[in-house]
C-alpha cells in the first residue's frame, strides 16, 4: 500500500478557512482595517494568554500583512529585479506551478493538483527547511480551492463582492483559480521562515512558525475579493508583459456545460470565452477601438473578466 503524503500543517487548512468566515461575516472596509481584524484573530487564537486584544503581538502580526499585500501587489515573489522576496532554483520551480500552473488545470482538478505537487515537493529531495514554505502554502491552497468553490455556490456576506447577476454563476466560478493563486502567493511572502528558508527576512512574531503564512494567504486572497487588489504593471516591454491574472481559455456551450479549460497567456493572447462576447460589452470594450473585433480581446483584471486592447 503506498502511503500518501502528509502535510505537516493542517492547521493552516483549516484556520485559513476559519478567519476567511470571520472576515465574511464582517467585511471590513480598507485594507487597514482588513490587515487589523486578521492580526486580531490570530492574535487571539495563537496567542490567547492575557487579555485580549495584546497589541504588541496584533501591531506585529500587521506587519506580515502589510509584507504580504506590498509583496502581491509589486509582484515581488517571482520577480529576478524586485530585490526583495528570493527563494532558490529548486523552490522557484515549484512556486511557478503553485502560482501560475493551477491555470492550467480545469477547476474540478485543482485540489489533485495540489495533493500532486506536495508529493512532488517531498519527493524532490529538496533540504527539510526549505520544503516547509512550500508545504505551507499548499495547506493553505488546499483550503482555499474547497471554500471558493463553496462560497460561490452560497456567497452570504461575500455576495456583494461577487458579481451579482447570479451568485452561482459562471462568472464568479472562473474567478476561484484566482483567489486559490493569490492565497498561496500570499503565504509564500508572508512566511515568517524567511531568513532560513530562502527569503528576505520579513517581520516576525518570536518562536512562531505558521503566523506569517495564515496571515500573508488571509490577506492577499480577501484584499482581492473585497477590493479587487491586484499588481501593478512592472517596467516590461508592453508585448511581453504579463498579469496578475491570466487569460481565460475557452468554455463549451455557452458556458453552462462542456469543460472549462484556463490557459496562461500574455497580452498577445486571444480569449474565445464566451463571457467576452456578453460580460465586455461596456463602454471601454466599444468605443475608441481601432479594431472593432478587438473587443472580443479578454483579459482578466483584478480577478475579473474585462477587455482590453492588446495593440
Known sequence: ??????????????????????????????????????ATWVQSTYFPAGTPPDMFIVNQLKTQGATAINGFVNSNLLSDTSGGVTYNPQQLAFINQMVNGIFG??????????????????RSGLMQEFQIPLLQ????????????????????GWGPYFDQSAANSAYNRINVPFWVSAAM????????KAAVYGLIDPPKVAGVDLTGALVGAAMVSAAKVLFKTSKRFQNTPFASLKLDSQVVGSMGGNGSGGTTQFLNSTLNGSCSHWLCNTQCQDTRCNTGWTKPIQKHWCLTLNGEVSCTNPN
Open 185 to 192: 502567493e500570499g503565504a509564500l511572502l508572508g512566511t515568517n
Open 105 to 122: 488545470v480545469p477547476i474540478q482538478s485543482i485540489g489533485d493538483f495540489i495533493t500532486d505537487l506536495e508529493d512532488n515537493i517531498t
Open 137 to 156: 502554502a499548499t495547506s493553505v491552497g488546499t483550503a482555499a480551492i474547497i471554500y471558493w468553490n463553496t462560497q460561490v455556490q452560497s456567497p452570504g
Open 1 to 38: 500500500m503506498i502511503t500518501p503524503t502528509m502535510n505537516p500543517y493542517p492547521s493552516l487548512n483549516s484556520d485559513y478557512t476559519t478567519l476567511l468566515n470571520v472576515i465574511k461575516a464582517a467585511p471590513p472596509a480598507d485594507l487597514n482595517a482588513l490587515s487589523i481584524q486578521i
